[in-house]
């Protein structure tokens, strides 16, 4: 893993949470944009050494919404960026780590990106981020 990439954060309405990032906090949001395959928009926000990217679920299956219902609002998941995710999967898996996504798919920037199932990672859900195919990286 090269760095913390992001932190996921699952909301209910990332219009109703922006003021307290922007005003409350003091952060700048850096893009907002809808995921469709996972069913989210994002909003990126600028947190200094490290971002977080909001998450609201666009309809009620989406994964997100599925957490808020069972978990609340909070910390959804922490991302590790990563160069050569196909690789990086499967030495996870050769490792014994059960993945969420067998292979990488498109998610929110443009970055390809793979989670660990929380059962192999004492409870915490990890995402594998590879920006490497981006010009542009958000950081």
């Not at 954060?9 to 219009?15: C, E, K, N, T």
């Not at 977080?52 to 219902?69: M, R």
């Not at 192999?120 to 542009?136: A, P, T, W």
């Amino acid at each position: 893993m090269n760095k913390v990439d992001h932190i996921g954060i699952a909301v209910s309405s990332i219009d109703h949470v922006l003021p307290f990032y922007e005003q409350t906090l003091g952060l700048n949001v850096m893009k907002i944009e809808e995921v469709e395959t996972e069913g989210v928009k994002v909003a990126f926000i600028d947190g200094g050494n490290i971002k977080l990217e909001l998450l609201e679920p666009l309809h009620n299956e989406s994964p997100i919404a599925k957490f808020i219902e069972k978990k609340g609002e909070g910390i959804h998941h922490v991302a590790f960026g990563v160069e050569g995710i196909d690789q990086r999967i499967n030495e996870l898996r050769e490792k014994g780590v059960n993945m969420i996504n067998e292979t990488a798919k498109p998610g929110a920037g443009g970055a390809m990106v793979a989670f660990m199932h929380p059962k192999s990672s004492h409870g915490v859900l990890y995402e594998l981020c590879d920006k490497s195919n981006i010009r542009e990286d958000l950081s």
